[in-house]
């Protein structure tokens, strides 16, 4: 109960607040200008209200047809304020849109006034408002020697949220050839202009209908959806990528085919509302421009660039008629410190145009995505357009080296025109100069691994892949190689030992001391003791080796090595155990004081059989070492 009368309150407060308003500011005159002369229509009114009521007015309202708000463009509310004296002393200041509503079949916006207008006081302001979709083609199908032709609806009075007591508006057409046209006397009609009024004491909102129906072979170039993605890198440049993918002439549409035999005969009467080239006004140190055509329907372009602009011209293969696409995405950089500068307080900020590079292109919904450089926070956009007028949000990319993502701030605005190419959007952004560096560190790690699983490679002489038989066989040729050296090692110092015991028996001969040689004897013994042990486990090793032989044996040497090294060894305990013996006899013979020639009668087998294994154990050896 207390809701419901506080909302009638408040509708009642509402009512008496617009009624007020309404009735206190009268236009004194208004004059418009209305250019027909392009696929837009561009709406210039000056205006000069009174208040004549006793409160001040801190506001101002202009009014559109629900129709035409859908396709407004652009709008801009301009009050003349005189600053200083002199001849520049008049600055425009621009009225911000502070509310819109709707009041039946007309959207009234509503904009702040930067000083209040007082009793019986005279403001002066201008509006501009560009709207797409007023001209529609009629017929809506031509021929191709046939001129485009359009009908315009608007009305003869200015739609004023005020009661107008002089106004006049004037149509400026693109040609002379005015088909019909509604009057509304006085109605004037001289070459390209159509002059409605002056007309005096017209109501608030009061409207006279009225139809222009002319030429206008303007190419209506409409781009139903553009994306134009700004990507900026902090390593020195923003990407810039448009996509026309869905650009078509959306005048009247062509029909009967197109000869391009008429076309080249008839240069200027054929085809005259087709279109022949687009121009693109790039930043001035544009760079790296490319496009991509995939249907192959450009044929040319030109790129020409002075200290003051970069332009592209992109030629179609055919003139472009009515109904007829050229679908294709162009894409640029431009240098970082062109477009992403640095506040005072240390954050980042974007300066980039909204519009469209193509000034002639209507674009029905435009989408400006400006994908920020990995580890950028606090990402917020200062968009030139009144709320409600866009939208705006963020998402997440994701590119090849990204690790947390990209903040992707979109704008996404309905109607653009040329103008916008004028209307920068400012996208602020901190980021940490750090994680610049981490893409470039996750490449030196992933260089850096590489690099070093190479050294590990060649360190270890990976001829071949380590789970080939191949590779084990080098393996295993590499430990047999081993054993062997230090078998021989082994060897040689059981081979001094015995040396040394033959010396020792030499001088017994020569001598007769017994003492000395039972000393060797017992060093000798004590060397092969120990080495003994030291051959048992080398040949287990090479038996083990040589036991697990990778894939199918290609030769039979490895179980050959073996058995030499197990002759080898039998062998050299044999002369050692001989040597042994004749050591024994020798010294045994001297004690009991046997003759010169028992002794040899003794020793002379086992010198034999002890030179024969000599023998044989040094071929063995000597063997081994290939
Ligand atoms: C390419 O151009 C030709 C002639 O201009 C037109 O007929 C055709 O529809 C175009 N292709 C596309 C995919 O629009
Ligand atoms: C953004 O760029 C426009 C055009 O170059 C310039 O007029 C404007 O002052 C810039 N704005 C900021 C905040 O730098």
């Not at 396709?71 to 600055?91: C, D, Q, Y």
């Not at 006397?185 to 390209?192: C, E, L, S, Y």
């Not at 004749?582 to 003759?595: M, P």
Request: glycine content about 4%; overall charge positive.
């Amino acid at each position: 109960m207390a809701r419901a009368m506080a909302l009638s309150l408040l509708l009642l407060v509402a009512c008496f607040n617009l009624a007020s308003a309404a009735d206190s500011l009268t236009v004194v005159r208004a004059d418009r200008k209305v250019d027909l002369l392009t696929q837009v229509v561009r709406v210039s009114t000056a205006w000069k209200v009174q208040n004549n009521g006793a409160e001040p007015v801190r506001e101002v309202k202009l009014a559109l047809t629900s129709e035409q708000a859908e396709r407004v463009a652009f709008m801009e509310v301009v009050i003349k304020e005189t600053k200083g004296k002199g001849k520049n002393a008049a600055v425009g200041l621009l009225l911000p849109v502070i509310r819109y509503s709707q009041e039946g079949s007309v959207i009234v916006y509503t904009l702040a006034l930067p000083r209040e207008i007082k009793e019986g006081e005279i403001a002066t302001f201008e509006s501009y408002v560009a709207l797409t979709h007023q001209l529609k083609p009629f017929p809506e199908e031509i021929t191709q020697s046939d001129s485009q032709l359009v009908k315009y609806h608007d009305t003869a009075y200015i739609l004023s949220p005020y009661p107008v007591k002089v106004q006049t508006t004037m149509f400026k057409l693109s040609s002379s050839r005015l088909e019909s046209f509604t009057k509304v006397n006085p109605t004037k009609v001289a070459d390209t202009e159509v002059r409605y009024g002056p007309y005096e004491d017209v109501e608030a909102l009061e409207r006279k209908p009225i139809t222009l129906h002319f030429e206008n072979n303007q190419p209506f170039a409409v781009v139903e959806e553009l994306v134009r993605e700004i990507e900026i890198s902090h390593w020195g440049n923003v990407y810039i990528t448009e996509n026309y993918n869905k650009l078509a002439h959306q005048g009247a549409r062509l029909k009967g085919g197109f000869s391009r035999f008429e076309y080249q005969a008839r240069p200027g009467a054929s085809g005259v509302s087709a279109f022949r080239h687009l121009l693109a006004k790039l930043p001035v140190h544009a760079n790296s421009v490319y496009y991509r055509d995939e249907i192959g329907n450009i044929s040319t372009s030109h790129l020409r660039s002075d200290f003051r602009r970069t332009e592209l011209e992109l030629e179609p293969r055919y003139p472009l008629f009515g109904g007829w696409k050229v679908p294709f995405t162009l894409g640029y950089s431009v240098p970082l410190q062109d477009l992403v500068f640095k506040a005072a307080d240390g954050s980042r900020y974007l300066n980039i145009s909204f519009g469209s590079p193509f000034g002639n292109i209507v674009v029905d919904k435009l989408i400006l995505k400006v994908v920020l450089p990995e580890g950028s926070y606090d990402v917020s956009a200062t968009v030139p357009f009144p709320e409600g007028s866009f939208e705006q949000r963020q998402e997440k990319k994701f590119s090849y080296l990204d690790t947390v993502g990209r903040t992707v701030h979109v704008i996404v605005k309905k109607n653009s025109v040329m103008e916008h190419q004028f209307k920068n959007v400012l996208v602020h952004y901190r980021f940490n100069p750090l994680g610049m560096l981490v893409e470039p560190l996750m490449l030196v790690l992933a260089f850096f691994a590489f690099f070093a699983s190479c050294i590990a490679y060649t360190h270890f002489d990976f001829t071949l892949s380590k789970s080939t038989s191949a590779y084990l066989a080098q393996v295993q040729r590499d430990q047999v190689i081993d054993v062997i050296s230090k078998l021989q090692k082994v060897l040689g110092i059981r081979q001094t030992a015995e040396e040394r015991l033959e010396a020792s028996l030499k001088d017994v001969l020569r001598t007769g001391d017994i003492t000395a040689c039972k000393a060797d004897r017992k060093n000798a013994d004590a060397v092969w003791k120990s080495t003994s042990k030291d051959l048992k486990a080398l040949l287990d090793t090479l038996q083990s080796t040589m036991k697990t032989v990778p894939g199918k044996p290609s030769t039979t040497k490895p179980s050959v090595i073996v058995t030499k090294v197990e002759t080898l060894l039998l062998k050299e305990k044999e002369m050692v155990e001989k040597l042994q013996q004749k050591q024994t006899f020798i010294v045994d013979a001297y004690e009991r004081k046997l003759s010169g020639k028992e002794i040899d009668a003794r020793i002379a087998p086992v010198q034999e059989k002890l030179e024969s294994l000599r023998q044989e154990v040094s071929n063995l050896r000597s063997s081994l070492e290939d």
